[in-house]
T-cell receptor
Framework: QKEVEQDPGPLSVPEGAIVSLNCTYS??????FMWYRQYSRKGPELLMY????GNKEDGRFTAQVDKSSKYISLFIRDSQPSDSATYLC????????????FGGGTRVLVKP | GAVVSQHPSWVICKSGTSVKIECRSL??????MFWYRQFPKQSLMLMAT?????????EQGVEKDKFLINHASLTLSTLTVTSAHPEDSSFYIC????????????FGAGSRLTVL
């Protein structure tokens, strides 16, 4: 079993819809949670970073963490075709320095 | 914000030659850099952790003599693919972290290597 599970997709939605992405993890030591967006043939870029249970909102993006269930989510409201990309969750325990554990990534396609 | 520059973005080489990829942190000092490999439609696979002034730490299954990593300064790490073969063709991405304890990594734009 992988430490972090993420549905590979692809997830296809119409423009304007809410995109819902999630990752589950097995290691309760993970305390820091990130979501990265990766366009084709580009490096990942950080979207959201959180370290506590609950919701964190930034513009159209909301990150949700439920440590008791070992489940994290990313919601994208009012999705745009430019949101079409692969979304990677990344997790880290406190003592791992900068070393992140990545999910497999979910491909998202927002159709105009 | 933190910027990581990776060069070259695209390289084609003949089988048996060596290729060097550079990763630079432009506006911060990176005590640690990471090198990843990514195959099409797959996630990032960590190859090694590069620490400034010391030897890199390689992940299990990654050949140290094949993928040489040097982190001679706080702003530059290099990955050299030695005696490249077609199976080494891949997308290589570096990331950099700042001071110890910082939790967020900044990624380079990646380097696409094609070995003929």
């Amino acid at each position: 079993q992988k430490e972090v599970e993420q549905d590979p997709g692809p997830l296809s939605v119409p423009e304007g819809a809410i995109v819902s992405l999630n990752c589950t993890y097995s290691n309760s030591a993970f305390q820091y949670f990130m979501w990265y967006r990766q366009y084709s043939r580009k490096g990942p870029e950080l979207l959201m970073y959180t370290y506590s249970s609950g919701n964190k909102e930034d513009g159209r993006f909301t990150a949700q963490v439920d440590k008791s269930s070992k489940y994290i989510s990313l919601f994208i409201r009012d999705s745009q075709p430019s949101d079409s990309a692969t979304y990677l969750c990344a997790l880290k325990p406190p003592a791992a320095g900068n070393k992140l554990t990545f999910g497999g990534g979910t491909r998202v396609l927002v159709k105009p | 914000g933190a910027v990581v520059s990776q060069h070259p973005s695209w390289v084609i080489c003949k089988s048996g030659t060596s290729v060097k990829i550079e990763c630079r942190s432009l506006d911060f000092q990176a005590t640690t850099m990471f090198w990843y490999r990514q195959f099409p439609k797959q996630s990032l696979m960590l190859m090694a952790t590069s620490n400034e002034g010391s030897k890199a730490t390689y992940e299990q299954g990654v050949e140290k003599d094949k993928f040489l990593i040097n982190h001679a300064s706080l702003t530059l790490s290099t990955l050299t693919v030695t005696s490249a073969h077609p199976e080494d063709s891949s997308f290589y991405i570096c990331s950099a972290g700042g001071r110890a304890g910082a939790n967020v990594l900044t990624f380079g734009a990646g380097s696409r290597l094609t070995v003929l």
